[in-house]
């Protein structure tokens, strides 16, 4: 392109402007890409209702919440576990998880610059707050609180 020529019609808009539809042009090469999230928001469920299910089906539906929550944030976020290797991880060695996801679920406040309502500290409370009977129960409504309100807070409703 000369000097005198006119600009490219296939320039990029502006960064942090909506992408361009099917079919459009697609970006010049070197144009700032965002790396990271914010991708997709998950799902909003009901604390209640996930203790109910887990007993329920005798803890299978434990599973189906990690699985969902951690593939959840990787695709908000583009970083963690992912569900796969959390629903994994829950079958063989579950004892890590609870402070994996409320490491994660507190990485999400935290990209965003906020205070981190848990971390994974907050898996103290499953382990080794099982003694204590409720400990589990604590833990699991301080981090599925935690990543509900992130959710609504992101404009999900529920």
């Known amino acids: 392109m000369t000097e005198n020529a006119t600009p490219d019609a296939t320039v990029p808009p502006p960064y942090g402007a909506p992408t361009p539809a099917y079919g459009a042009p697609m970006p010049a090469y070197g144009a700032p890409v ?8 998950g799902k909003i469920r009901g604390t209640g209702v996930c203790i109910l299910l887990a007993i329920v089906t005798f803890g299978i539906y434990a599973i189906v919440w990690t699985y969902s929550v951690h593939e ?7 970083r963690g576990l992912g569900g796969l290797v959390a629903a994994l991880l829950q079958l063989f060695v579950g004892i890590v998880m609870p402070y994996i996801t409320s490491a994660e679920a507190g990485g999400m ?4 610059g906020q205070q981190k309502p848990v971390s994974g500290a ?7 707050g ?3 009977l ?4 604590v833990w699991f409504v301080k981090t599925n609180g935690a990543i509900n309100d ?9």
């Open 34 to 41: 965002q790396a990271f999230g914010p991708g997709p928001t």
């Open 72 to 78: 959840e944030m990787k695709r908000h976020t583009g």
């Open 109 to 112: 406040y935290e990209a965003k």
């Open 122 to 128: 907050t898996g103290l409370w499953y382990f080794p």
């Open 130 to 132: 099982i003694f204590i």
């Open 134 to 137: 409720v400990g589990p129960i």
């Open 150 to 158: 992130y959710w609504r807070a992101q404009g999900v409703q529920g």
